[in-house]
C-alpha cells in the first residue's frame, strides 16, 4: 500500500466533510470524528463561533495498515481561508493509505485572529495528539507536521518554535512537548522577509502592517532553524509565482548549515497549490518520493 492509486480508492468510499457553518452559540461537541482543541475555549477566543474554536479531524488509518506514526495537516489559504478538501482531507488519506493517521487542523484566521494563536493552535495540536495516543492508537513519539502554502509557514512555525512542555501546568496536555519527530512541506510559505515573503500570508498572520511587524525576524523561519530542527521533507515548483520557490530552498540551505537530515525536491512545472497532483502522472510523483523518505526514517514500519 502507499501507491497513489491506494490513496485513490480510499478517497472513493470516503465522502467529503460538509461545508462548515457559522454557529453563533457555543456547540455542545465538535461533531462525528472532529475534536476540539480545548472543549472550554481557546485562548484569546474574541467569541464562541465555530471559526473561534479550533479542531482536529481525525482520520486514522485501517487497522491492518496502521504504523503507530501519526501527522498534524495544515492546509493553505494564507491564514484567511482552509484549503479542507485537497490539502487537507486528501492529504489524511493519503497518509492514511501509507498507514499514518491523519489529523486535519482548523486553526484559527484572519481577520479575527493573528499572530500567536495560530502557532497556539499548531502547538496544541500535537500535545494533544500525544495525550491521547493510547485511544487513537498511534506513538506519541512519532508524531509530525505536514502544511501546506500558509500552511506550510504553520508547520515549518511549529517546528522551529517548539517547547518542551510545562511539567506542573494544570492542563496535562500542556506538559507535553510539542516538538514534532517529522515535517513535511508543500510549496510552502516560509521566509516573511519583503524579498521572498508571500505578503497576503504575511499581513493575514501579522496584521495591516505586517512588513514593520517585530516579528519579520522571528517569523521568517529559515533564520530559526537550529541543530534540533525535526527532519523536514519540502516539495516545490520551480515556476511557482505565488509563493516563491526559494522559500523551501532557503529552508533547506538553513537545514544543510545545522545539519538537519531531509530532503528538497524541485519540480520543473507545476504551478502553486497543486496538492497531491493525482492528475498529472509527473509531479504527483512527489508523493512516492516523499513515502520513500518516510520509509527509510522508519516511520511506515510496524510498532508495538
Known sequence: MGRLEDFLKLRAR??????????????????PGVEFLWPRGAPGAVGTREVDRPTLTVCLPPPELATGAACIICPGGNYWDIAGDAEGRDAALWLNSLGVAGFVLKYRLAPSYHHPCQLQDGRRAIRLVRHRAAEWGVDPFRVGIMGFS??????????????????????????????????ILAYPAISLAPKYAHEPTRDNLLGADGAKSKHLESLSNERQVTPATPPTFLVHAGDDKVVLPENSLLFFVAMRRMGVPGELHIYEKGGHGFGLATSDPILSSWTQRCADWLRRRGLLEKRQ
Open 150 to 183: 500558509g500552511g506550510g509557514h504553520l508547520a515549518s512555525t511549529v517546528a522551529t518554535h517548539y517547547s518542551d512542555g510545562v511539567p506542573d501546568a494544570e492542563d496535562p496536555v500542556d506538559r507535553l512537548s510539542c516538538r514534532p519527530e517529522f515535517v
Open 14 to 31: 470516503t465522502p467529503s466533510a460538509p461545508e462548515a457553518a457559522e454557529a453563533p452559540q457555543p456547540l455542545p461537541s465538535a461533531g
